[in-house]
């Protein structure tokens, strides 16, 4: 039962994510889904069926993805009716999903290990090789420039500053990717950190050289 809920929960996101072009595809999903398995089999803990549904369905609700919240809402609302499962694993899991996004540093408690290693394989996508794609495929959809250096840095923020504030791809690098590695929760996930938070850094140093022009 619990590998034909998984199978339809992929089939639910591919329909759903699978031309999405904001770095949140279902490839995205997939590798999200992939670490948070990784990581619990490396910590030895967690329960490895809400963990993988949690991962596979996270990004279905999110409001940066959706017309509206309650559009969002609806849509995860729509995969538990027609797909039944334990109360106890639905209620876990839908808990999860609302409490592991960043929403600008607004810290969120996370109740249990599930969600806590979720969280974790999520913010890994964020950043790396991987991450940098993702934050100017993002950016370039959201109409953002990729940088201003007029533009300050945001310090502290609203989510509604976070989502709807003036900002640029190079910016969101300090406003949350730089940010996301002393943000996890697992010993697993932060050895995992190490190459990517530094493939940023050094992606940042030659950005500016070019920028500069202090490569010629």
Request: with cysteine; charged share 30%.
């Amino acid at each position: 039962m619990k590998d034909f809920l998984i199978k339809q929960a992929e089939i639910f996101v591919r329909n759903e994510l699978g031309d999405d072009t904001t770095g949140h595809d279902w490839y995205h999903v997939d590798r999200v889904r992939r670490n948070a398995l990784y990581i619990c089999k490396h910590e030895m803990t967690g329960d490895p069926f809400v963990i993988e549904m949690a991962a596979l369905l996270h990004d279905i609700p999110d409001e940066k993805l959706n017309k509206t919240t309650e559009q969002g809402k609806a849509k995860l609302d729509s995969f538990f009716e027609k797909h039944a499962m334990a109360d106890h694993d639905k209620d876990h899991i839908i808990q999860i999903i609302e409490t592991i996004s960043f929403k600008g540093g607004n810290k969120t408690e996370l109740r249990t290990v599930e969600a806590k290693i979720v969280q974790d394989a999520d913010r890994l996508d964020a950043i790396g090789a991987i991450g940098i794609a993702r934050a100017f495929a993002y950016g370039g959809k959201k109409g953002q420039p990729i940088y201003d250096p007029a533009i300050q840095v945001r310090e502290e923020m609203s989510l509604k500053e976070y989502r709807t504030g003036k900002s640029t791809s190079i910016h969101h690098f300090y406003e949350k990717l730089l940010k996301l590695k002393d943000l996890l929760n697992t010993e697993t996930a932060r050895i995992m950190a190490e190459k990517r938070q530094q493939m940023m850094i050094t992606f940042l140093d030659q950005f500016y050289q070019e920028w500069d022009g202090q490569d010629l």
